[in-house]
């Protein structure tokens, strides 16, 4: 990879700028490289991919915060790979974070005020609280949401059965108005219809006239495994209905995941606090450890001491990107036992004394020893 240029350097901004300066310098660099205006221009490609991911970072508290710490690596480190080509720029803002927006105002500006132009129904988010096991394994869950959709009783014409809309009789179906200001004829937007060109004379009683229903649904969700708290899952069109043809909204769920008692999880890696004898970390054996399936063996070697960590390889959570899984990472705890039988604490006697070690009741304070010589 050839060295990559600062962030803040590509987008032209001081390092403090605030997400509008941000924002607006990107515009500015995406408009100036856009490959609707410089085609087959393989420099100008270049600097819109390099704009486009360092307005990815920057525009991203987080990321921007790994940035600012510590360099392109930060950044790496989290997952963020940069673009490779034009659509991929496209289908990341223009998706994902509703940048479409931004882009259409800079390129299809004239054509958005045309109302009867088609237009992408709403995107729709909703959260779901998983189980940490659900999370590893991967699950399917039911979620309700409500959403628009096409009218049935009209066929989202928005007509009571058996009308029809009419030109409007205003604009006799243009969906402009003309009006005189002095010497000139000014031309606006229909005010009887908003620019339609059309009048719906007898509402559809369903819908009252709109074409489109609000609706309650439920919905099913694959939850794939490995799946972190905090992480936001696309369903493509389940958002609302397009309307004159546009295409559906999307619906995101957020995902939260309960804690579990035994695991907890560093990315793709399960971590496990095992308490192991210290029996068997002094003279080293074989334990038993908990996975996600059935628990395994795990060689202790002599020695262990407590806050050793082992790996389990493979025996971690599932990667989203990527094959295979993590590892289970066990760090060792030391217990003292609390309760011994008689034969036990004769044997840990035996050790003090080997090692010269005063130790139990016997050997008494000497506020005991008054205390006796006191009530004797
Ligand atoms: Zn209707
Ligand atoms: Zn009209």
């Given amino acids: 990879m050839a060295t990559k240029r600062d962030y803040y350097e590509v987008l032209g901004v001081p390092r403090d700028a605030?997400?509008?300066?941000?924002?607006?310098?990107?515009?500015?660099?995406a408009l100036e490289n856009h490959p609707d205006r410089r085609p087959d221009d393989p420099e100008a490609e270049e600097r819109f991919k390099e704009a486009a991911e360092a307005y990815e970072v920057l525009r991203d508290a987080e990321k921007r915060r790994l940035y600012d710490s510590y360099g392109h690596d930060g950044v790496r480190g989290s997952g963020f790979q940069g673009f490779r080509s034009y659509d991929d720029i496209f289908?990341?803002?223009?998706?994902?974070?509703?940048?479409?927006d931004v882009l259409g105002d800079l390129f299809g500006g004239g054509r958005r005020r045309d109302p009867n132009r088609p237009r992408r129904g709403e995107d729709l988010s909703t959260q779901i609280a998983i189980e940490f096991r659900e999370a590893a394994r991967g699950c399917s869950k039911e979620i309700e949401v409500e959403r628009v959709i096409d009218c049935?009783?009209?066929?989202?014409?928005g007509c009571a059965p058996g009308s029809?809309?009419?030109?409007?009789?205003?604009?006799?179906?243009?969906g402009q108005a003309s009006m005189s200001r002095g010497p000139f004829l000014m031309t606006t937007t229909c005010p009887t219809c908003q620019g339609r060109g059309r009048r719906i004379t007898k509402p559809?009683?369903?819908?009252?006239?709109?074409?489109?229903?609000?609706?309650h649904e439920t919905l099913k969700v694959e939850i794939p495994a490995g799946i972190e708290s905090g992480m936001q899952l696309r369903l493509t069109g389940k958002g609302g209905t397009g309307v004159r043809g546009g295409p559906p909204g999307d619906l995101y769920v957020g995902i939260g995941v309960h804690d579990d008692p035994v695991f907890s999880r560093g990315a793709e890696h399960l971590l496990i606090e095992l308490d192991v004898p210290?029996?068997?970390?002094a003279l080293g054996g074989e334990v038993q450890v908990p996975t996600l399936d059935e628990p395994t063996t795990l060689k202790v070697p002599a020695g262990t001491q407590a806050g050793a960590v082992f790996r389990v390889e493979g025996q971690g959570?599932?990667?989203?990107?990527?094959?295979?899984?993590?590892?289970?990472v066990v760090r060792v705890r030391i217990p003292v036992p609390t309760k011994l039988s008689s034969k036990e604490k004769a044997l840990l006697k035996d050790l003090a004394a080997e090692e010269g070690l005063a130790v139990g009741s016997g050997k008494r304070g000497l506020v005991d020893r008054i205390?006796?010589?006191?009530?004797?």
């Fill in 18 to 29: 605030d997400d509008n300066t941000i924002k607006k310098a990107y515009r500015k660099l």
């Fill in 91 to 100: 289908a990341h803002f223009g998706d994902v974070f509703g940048f479409g």
């Fill in 152 to 157: 049935k009783a009209c066929e989202a014409s």
């Fill in 164 to 174: 029809r809309p009419e030109t409007c009789p205003t604009c006799r179906g243009t």
């Fill in 204 to 215: 559809c009683e369903e819908c009252r006239g709109a074409g489109r229903v609000r609706q």
């Fill in 278 to 281: 210290f029996v068997q970390c």
């Fill in 317 to 328: 959570l599932a990667r989203l990107r990527g094959r295979g899984r993590g590892d289970l």
């Fill in 371 to 376: 205390r006796e010589n006191l009530n004797g």
